[in-house]
């Protein structure tokens, strides 16, 4: 996309609608070619489209179907001057224009270290290895041949939001939040792999490894892996994604993003953690006395309102609106969630639509009467432990603003008069 | 044999000697895996050493190796090119405003260091040190960072586990949940605050992808 992309300038795009529907005005104002009369109205209704009069595409032309031509902006987007270099970088999910629970698996935010492996199913391995009775290799066969589970999760990268310690920066919450996705796998319970091999019993630990260039390892608890670990091979129905690790992925229901590793093609069983880079060097929290937290596993209670947002204004003048947002919890089910206009000083019960499952993102909605006025949206989720969605100064106070990771703060957003809306922080 | 396997799946079973399912398995899926196989992919390494491989390099061919397979994107003294890692310094600054994580300043241990480089370094041309050059350039990421001060000083997996990173100490474990839960009481739900004022707005520090102003902020993914 580039500058002249309207859908990201809040002005241009209502100045659009607004010119539009001036054209359409003066149209239906004009004596329309072979009438006889002019009609009033709306020329959406009064003309005829091509789409009412000819024929389209047949069912031969698009084999794997794609968005509307005018869905064309809804995309994931990067933040070039994040990191070093786009193959070891992050893209974030178009979040303002989704709803319901589900994300579509070509608009899953991307992160990977060493761009995308594009790897052959048939020459893809899975090796368990290290304190099992018997050493196996399975292949996608092999694998497919387990007994399968369905299981809708969040995915949220550890450092979602992480741009926003020190204070409002990025205005969109594609940016501020969009290192997500919420998608129904289809895998095996890892558990049931680990059984096969036969685990020894001073077996504590778990070492997944990626088949990418950056060969990604992560120490894993055993317990979490018995608990609700899969050993994924479908997202939404179909086969993953090359960049979500096409053939097989690990899911680590409610658990920093890093640990699912992709293109999985080892699991190593051992007694002790191995500290690898990304639990030591990154994925560990720096306080602000210079001592940092490790292991810091599950992705804390946490939400945000998508609709309005800054990347998606409100179009429409005063009256009848609706607010939208997405809640989720590591640790649960979303018990509830409460929407404040006025930024934090009164709150309403939010609706919650669509399924609650535990580890999943919650749609919820907040319909309400807009006098036009500026608003301070916010929303504050509780999740199925009691925990409560913090403020952004609530968790300052306890880790100072070096973390990087785990930043779960309530997100402001201030909607102008105009229907515009900016990422702001308030007292 | 099945007629349905493809040629490639037969040729990798033939190539094992393994086409039989293992036994003791209660679904008897996947086969035993060859010490091979296993030594082919278990490649890494744990803090007490576990993992290491036989080999030894100096600080001195470290730096040789380093100027030419990783200087171009991490300087030649480990103080990173552009935006890519800084691998050397940082020291005393990790409660400052702005924390720099290195080897040295961040780590808390050296296994670490091995593993890493050996799995993912360099950066597009993965796994392709020998042991020997990977001790040898961890033994001059050790010297960069001052955890070793002579120049002849020489790694191997015999001395491997008696150095010990500075920062080792001040990793902690998890203590969240760290903010209000219910027991804490109800959430406000009215009057919560006196007045609410716009304390920064992100308009004021824009960096958002796309607008004018696309300047590197603070910040960072990881």
């Not at chain 1, 994040?82 to 992160?111: K, M, Q, W, Y």
């Not at chain 1, 929303?379 to 432990?385: E, G, L, N, T």
């Not at chain 2, 036994?23 to 050493?49: M, N, Q, S, Y």
């Not at chain 2, 209000?180 to 609410?196: E, H, I, Q, Y």
Request: one cysteine or more; proline letters at 6%; glycine letters at 10%.
């Amino acid at each position: 996309m580039t500058k002249t992309d309207d859908t990201l300038r809040a002005p241009s795009r209502r100045g659009f609608l607004k010119s539009g529907i001036a054209v359409g005005g003066a149209l239906a104002a004009a004596p329309l070619a072979g009438r006889a009369m002019a009609s009033e109205g709306d020329p959406a209704i009064l003309e005829k489209k091509d789409w009412n009069q000819y024929l389209g595409d047949g069912v031969d032309a698009r084999p794997y179907g794609h968005p509307s031509e005018f869905e064309a902006h809804v995309v994931r987007r990067n933040v070039g001057w994040l990191t070093a270099d786009p193959v070891s970088s992050v893209n974030f999910t178009p979040l303002h224009e989704l709803d319901g629970i589900i994300t579509p698996n070509g608009l899953c935010f991307e992160r990977h270290h060493a761009g995308i492996a594009e790897v052959d199913p048939a020459e893809h391995r899975l090796m368990i290895n290290g304190l099992v009775d018997r050493e196996l290799v399975f292949t996608m066969q092999d694998l497919m041949r387990f007994p399968r589970e369905n299981r809708v999760y969040f995915l949220e990268c550890a450092a979602n939001s992480g741009m926003e310690w020190r204070g409002a920066q990025l205005n969109g919450c594609q940016f501020t939040h969009g290192m997500i996705h919420n998608v129904m796998y289809t895998g095996v319970p890892l558990k049931y792999l680990l059984e096969e091999a036969g685990l020894k019993t001073n077996a504590k630990w778990l070492l997944p490894e990626g088949a990418d260039a950056a060969g990604m390892t992560r120490s894993v608890p055993l317990q979490k892996a018995l608990d609700d670990c899969l050993v994924a091979f479908r997202m939404n129905g179909e086969a993953l994604r090359p960049e979500q690790g096409y053939p097989v992925r690990l899911v680590v229901p409610g658990w920093e993003g890093n640990m699912w590793v992709k293109w999985l093609r080892r699991i190593e069983v051992g007694d002790e953690p191995w500290h690898h880079r990304e639990e030591t060097s990154k994925y560990t929290d720096l306080m602000a006395n210079g001592k940092a937290r490790r292991f810091t596993w599950e992705m804390d209670v946490k939400s945000v309102i998508t609709n309005p947002s800054p990347q998606a204004p409100i179009l429409h003048d005063k009256g009848f609106t609706v607010l939208t947002g997405l809640a989720w919890s590591g640790r649960g089910t979303i018990s509830r969630v409460d929407v404040s206009i006025d930024g934090g000083r009164n709150w309403r019960p939010a609706r919650i639509d669509g399924p609650s499952l535990g580890k999943s993102a919650h749609r919820f909605y907040y319909e309400f009467d807009w006098d036009g006025s500026p608003l301070l949206l916010q929303s504050r989720a509780v999740d199925s432990q009691g925990i409560v969605q913090p403020t952004k100064d609530a968790l300052r106070a306890v880790r100072g603003t070096n973390s990087i990771y785990h930043n779960n703060g309530i997100q402001t957003w201030h909607v102008k008069s105009g229907g515009e809306v900016e990422n702001v922080e308030v007292s | 044999m099945s007629k349905f396997l493809k040629p490639a799946a037969l040729l990798a079973a033939l190539a094992v000697g393994v086409t039989a399912a293992h036994a003791g398995g209660k679904f008897g899926l996947g086969r035993e895996a060859t010490k091979d196989e296993v030594a082919a992919w278990d490649i890494d390494i744990r803090p007490d050493g576990t993992g290491l491989p036989d080999g030894k390099g100096n600080v001195s061919d470290g730096e040789e190796i380093f100027a030419e397979r990783c200087a171009v994107c991490h300087g030649d003294f480990g103080e990173g090119v552009d935006r890519w890692p800084v691998l050397a310094g940082g020291h005393g600054t990790l409660s400052s405003d702005r924390p720099v994580k290195t080897i040295g300043s961040y780590w808390p241990y050296l296994s670490t260091v091995y593993d890493y480089i050996n799995r993912a370094m360099p950066f597009g041309e993965a796994q392709s040190l020998t042991p020997d050059e990977v001790y040898a350039i961890t033994a001059y990421l050790l010297y960069m960072n001052d955890v070793v001060t002579d120049d002849e000083f020489e790694l191997s997996k015999e001395n491997f586990t008696e150095i010990r990173l500075p920062n080792e100490e001040n990793f902690f474990e998890d203590p969240r949940p760290d903010t209000a839960t219910l027991r804490d009481g109800d959430p406000c739900m009215s009057n919560c605050k006196d007045k609410v004022e716009i304390t920064m707005r992100a308009h004021v520090l824009d960096v958002t992808p796309d607008s004018e102003d696309d300047e590197a902020a603070a910040g960072s993914i990881d």
